[in-house]
């Protein structure tokens, strides 16, 4: 585990705790008339919990903790749709056991954005893998694109697997 | 731990040759047409919107499928009030008559998911 996290978090060293300036950002313009209108990216997002990865921002927290207040719906008659419920994946493998939170991902998000093109609303009904996950697919389609990056394996890998001498002593 | 470290290898095999990413993370160029028709490219951020609006906002209720250039977003529609025109309407933000606002990014950019403070390939993981 020491190894894993040495690793990982060697990479993360270089960059962790900056934001580019839109200028220095090799996407924008720097000529363009809209560098100076638009808000700098470490202007926003310096205020909310810090993150060593992605946008640097506990996305979660930022939200639960009441730092942002992101708008549900533009219709008065959208309905939201919220789920508490975890589902532990990957009982049987070698490496901990991802935990999937609903609630975390429907205070973001629709039941319709995962359910059912992306995955059955059946635990166990899916067949997931980490190297489709690894091309965008599964997880993979926000992970790594918008939602914090794979490089963070123990946030979705976040449950303890009691010693690989007995698998089957795993709970459910 | 063997396992562990195999994925480490294949994950840092496809992770460190990648030019480092300046970009803010989860940005997206826009490209299809803008420069073609003398326009720079088109410039969305997901750090700023996210702060005012939850994803399902664009992905659910208007409707953006999650897969970049998958929405065939054109000006006209946009004037019309679809796309980003379903917000950059003058109303729940401004209107689409501050064409320098949307179109910033430096030409020659492709269509694409940008950004990354560690990763070298969002939009592939």
Redesign the interface.
């Given at each position: 585990?020491a190894?894993?996290a040495a690793?990982?978090f060697s990479?993360?060293v270089?960059?962790?705790g900056s934001?580019?300036p839109l200028q220095?950002?090799?996407?924008?313009?720097p000529a363009?008339?809209?560098?100076g209108?638009?808000?700098q990216?470490a202007e926003?997002?310096s205020k909310l919990p810090p993150d060593t990865?992605?946008?640097?921002?506990r996305?979660v927290e930022a939200l639960e903790k009441g730092h942002?207040e992101?708008?549900?719906?533009?219709?008065p008659e959208?309905k939201i749709n919220l789920l508490d419920k975890d589902i532990l994946m990957n009982l049987k493998?070698?490496?901990p056991i991802v935990r999937f939170p609903h609630r975390a991902h429907t205070?973001?998000?629709?039941c319709?954005?995962c359910h059912d093109h992306l995955f059955k609303a059946q635990t166990g009904g899916n067949k997931l893998s980490?190297m489709q996950?690894?091309?965008?697919e599964q997880c993979?389609?926000?992970?790594?694109?918008?939602a914090f990056?794979?490089?963070e394996?123990n946030r979705c890998h976040s449950v303890p697997r009691p010693g690989i001498a007995k698998p089957s002593a795993t709970p459910r | 731990?063997?396992?562990?470290?195999a994925?480490?290898v294949?994950?840092?095999s496809?992770?460190?040759p990648g030019q480092?990413a300046?970009?803010?993370?989860?940005?997206v160029?826009l490209n299809r047409r803008s420069e073609k028709e003398g326009m720079?490219p088109v410039?969305f951020?997901?750090?700023?919107h996210?702060?005012?609006?939850?994803?399902?906002?664009c992905?659910?209720?208007?409707g953006f499928k999650?897969r970049v250039g998958s929405n065939d977003v054109r000006m006209a529609d946009i004037i019309n009030g679809k796309f980003c025109g379903?917000?950059h309407n003058g109303d729940?933000a401004w209107g689409p008559d501050r064409c320098?606002?949307c179109?910033?990014?430096?030409?020659g950019?492709p269509t694409g998911?940008?950004g990354?403070?560690?990763?070298s390939?969002?939009?592939?993981?």
């Open positions: 585990m190894v894993l690793i990982l990479g993360n270089a960059a962790a934001w580019q220095n950002d090799d996407l924008h313009d363009s008339p809209a560098i209108l638009l808000q990216p926003a997002l990865t992605g946008n640097l921002v996305w942002i992101p708008r549900s719906n533009i219709f959208t493998g070698g490496t205070l973001w998000l629709d319709a954005n980490m996950i690894l091309q965008g993979g389609v926000c992970h790594g694109a918008v990056p794979l490089t394996c | 731990m063997g396992g562990w470290l994925w480490l294949l994950l840092a496809l992770a460190l480092p300046l970009a803010e993370y989860g940005d160029v720079r410039i951020s997901h750090w700023f996210r702060i005012r609006f939850q994803c399902k906002v992905h659910q209720e208007l999650m379903m917000c729940v320098d606002l179109h910033s990014g430096k030409r950019l998911i940008y990354g403070h560690e990763t390939g969002p939009g592939r993981w």
